[in-house]
């Protein structure tokens, strides 16, 4: 991944670094310093905070921060040879796309939690809400399988639906049910159970 700041963004970056140096007690400042820095600072959101269509489109070039970087992944197979190369996730299908976010999310938390070399991650479980839900069979296993991959342990919430998908990634479930007195249910059971 690098960086790709334009003009503009190096420009937005550098005032907040200036408006932010010597707050918060940093360093000495003076009165006329510090009130200098407040009239820039107030400049600065009003211009974020303003309606004006040059300053909303302004302010979407140097927030969005998809546009200030640019990666580049490759899917190698067993042999090491390259299978694809992503520029980012255009052109791609719904189910490729998936992919590559779900790769890039568990190699980025596996990047920050390792501690020790042995490449085992520090903290190990991650809890996916409904991330798979819009998923066909094939990429929910494929996703699961990169997070199974890097060594993390999974809690997934997830539809009934999905439980043949997320089975073999899974010890068991817990069924939560809201009955019409709006009373809830809960019942646990391990896979093991399911098939004796």
Same mark, same amino acid.
């Given at each position: 991944?690098? #960086? #790709?700041?334009?003009?503009?963004?190096?420009?937005?970056?550098?005032?907040?670094?200036?408006?932010?140096?010597? &707050?918060?007690?940093?360093?000495?400042?003076?009165?006329?310093?510090?009130?200098?820095? @407040?009239? +820039?600072?107030? *400049?600065?959101?009003?211009?974020?905070?303003?309606?004006?269509?040059?300053? =909303?489109?302004?302010?979407?070039?140097?927030?969005?921060? +998809?546009?200030? =970087?640019?990666?580049?992944?490759?899917?190698?197979?067993?042999?090491?040879? $390259? $299978?694809?190369? @992503?520029?980012? &996730?255009?052109?791609?299908?719904?189910?490729?796309?998936?992919?590559?976010?779900?790769?890039?999310?568990?190699?980025?938390? +596996?990047?920050?939690?390792?501690?020790?070399?042995?490449?085992? %991650?520090?903290?190990?479980?991650? $809890?996916?809400?409904? *991330?798979?839900?819009?998923?066909?069979?094939?990429?929910?296993?494929?996703?699961?399988?990169?997070?199974?991959?890097?060594?993390?342990?999974?809690?997934?919430?997830? %539809?009934? #639906?999905?439980?043949?998908?997320?089975?073999? @990634?899974?010890?068991? /479930? /817990?069924?939560? *049910? #809201?009955? /019409?007195?709006?009373?809830?249910?809960?019942? &646990? =059971?391990?896979? /093991?159970?399911?098939? &004796?």
């Amino acid at each position: 991944m690098k #960086k #790709k700041h334009t003009e503009e963004v190096r420009d937005f970056l550098t005032a907040l670094l200036e408006i932010t140096q010597g &707050a918060f007690g940093q360093g000495e400042e003076t009165i006329a310093q510090a009130e200098h820095r @407040y009239v +820039r600072m107030d *400049a600065l959101l009003r211009r974020l905070g303003s309606a004006e269509t040059s300053d =909303v489109s302004w302010r979407r070039r140097v927030l969005d921060t +998809r546009r200030h =970087v640019e990666f580049e992944a490759r899917e190698l197979d067993e042999s090491g040879a $390259v $299978v694809d190369v @992503y520029r980012g &996730a255009g052109g791609r299908s719904g189910g490729q796309r998936q992919r590559l976010v779900t790769f890039c999310l568990a190699a980025a938390l +596996r990047y920050q939690l390792m501690e020790s070399a042995d490449g085992v %991650p520090a903290y190990g479980s991650v $809890v996916l809400d409904e *991330a798979f839900g819009n998923s066909d069979m094939h990429y929910t296993r494929a996703g699961l399988e990169v997070f199974r991959s890097f060594g993390f342990q999974m809690l997934l919430a997830t %539809p009934l #639906k999905m439980l043949q998908t997320i089975e073999e @990634y899974v010890g068991g /479930a /817990a069924v939560v *049910a #809201k009955s /019409a007195d709006s009373t809830s249910h809960l019942a &646990a =059971v391990t896979f /093991a159970e399911l098939e &004796a």
